[in-house]
């Protein structure tokens, strides 16, 4: 018997990479390369290859053209660059700082707060930030989007008290559109959810990202978005990036800014009222000023509480009240960010 052939799967053609992705694709990854842009060879003496190999050097283009030539304190640059500090152990700084590994609730799935689900979208993001309190996740096993989102939407139908999902990652916006659209056509089938939040830095490092492909799956949206995002210095938030926030805001999406104090980076009155003035010229407002998660590696962008505090009671005398961000901390076990 001749058997009969199945039918041909029609292979469907890949879509051309979107600007955005090029983009993507050609960040800097070599340090000596950013340095010589920088003109700062004399900071290569100070790269730690243990640093990069754990957490390898990844800025886009963009990015780096918001950093001063010359200044080896640019404090888009401390940001971004592996350097030694890195590898002097500090007492109390562990590899799962906020709990996130005990707090699972399947394939990257995480439920600490009433009615707020965090998804691990994806592990990828367009640039390494040095103090990020992810860069020990086990990504890997760990995405919501790699597991099909199949995990996290079983978990998000059977749990009718989320009435929130946040998109994390990772930078969910490093999924392409046509991933994250799969995930909210069936996340609409689920009547208890009433908002969505990304929790992305892709505006800043990358405003490309907002493209008309984007906005489009934003405007179609069922519910009110929030969209957060991370700029942690006002020499992040250029032209570029206030026009992607008013395109975002255009979508009818609130947009906030979380932002991390970070000891060379903005741990001064000036430096936190400008990012504050620069986010509301742009269209954003700060929401949350996080005291940095204590992980590995991280010891050396840490500000004090009692600093932390101070800074905070100064901006507020300066400010008015919706300029000034809520200073917190994340805490293991807590039922929400913990003000300091
Ligand atoms: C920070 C965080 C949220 C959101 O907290 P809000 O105070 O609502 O901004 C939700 N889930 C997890 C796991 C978080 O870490
Ligand atoms: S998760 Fe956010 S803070 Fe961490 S490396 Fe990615 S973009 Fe930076």
């Not at 292979?11 to 983009?23: D, F, H, K, S």
């Not at 600490?112 to 930030?129: D, E, N, P």
């Not at 005291?291 to 905070?312: I, N, P």
């Not at 300029?323 to 917190?328: A, D, K, Q, S």
């Amino acid at each position: 018997m001749i058997p009969v052939p199945a039918p041909a799967l029609q292979p469907v053609p890949p879509a051309p990479p979107a600007r955005w992705q090029q983009l993507w694709r050609d960040a800097i990854r070599d340090p000596a390369q950013l340095l010589a842009l920088l003109d700062l060879p004399e900071l290569a003496g100070r790269l730690s290859p243990e640093a990069m190999a754990g957490f390898p050097l990844r800025v886009p283009r963009g990015f780096v053209d918001r950093m001063r030539r010359g200044d080896p304190h640019d404090p888009l640059l401390r940001q971004v660059l592996p350097l030694d500090d890195e590898d002097r152990p500090a007492p109390g700084f562990g590899l799962d700082a906020v709990g996130d590994l005990a707090a699972s609730g399947g394939t990257g799935v995480i439920h600490k707060y009433r009615g707020r689900v965090l998804l691990v979208a994806t592990g990828s993001c367009a640039i390494h930030c040095r103090y990020c309190f992810r860069r020990h996740y086990p990504y890997a096993e760990q995405t919501a989007a790699a597991a099909g989102w199949r995990e996290a939407l079983d978990y998000l139908a059977t749990d009718t008290s989320v009435s929130e999902v946040l998109l994390s990652g990772g930078d969910p916006l490093s999924l392409s559109t046509a991933k994250l659209a799969e995930f909210t056509r069936a996340l609409a089938g689920l009547p208890h959810v009433r908002r969505l939040r990304l929790h992305t830095r892709l505006p800043v490092v990358l405003p490309e990202r907002v493209d008309e492909e984007l906005l489009a799956w934003l405007a179609g949206l069922p519910w009110p978005v929030v969209v957060v995002i991370h700029a942690n210095h006002g020499n992040e938030v250029d032209a570029s990036v206030a026009a992607a926030v008013s395109r975002l805001r255009a979508t009818g999406a609130q947009v906030l800014n979380q932002a991390v104090l970070l000891r060379g980076v903005n741990d001064s009155l000036p430096a936190l009222a400008d990012l504050s003035e620069r986010l509301f010229a742009a269209g954003a407002l700060p929401y949350y000023l996080h005291q940095l998660d204590r992980v590995a590696g991280t010891a050396h962008f840490e500000v004090t509480d009692d600093q932390a505090r101070s800074l905070h009671e100064a901006l507020a005398a300066q400010l008015p009240g919706y300029l000034v961000p809520r200073l917190v901390r994340e805490v293991a076990g807590a039922p929400a960010k913990t003000p300091l």
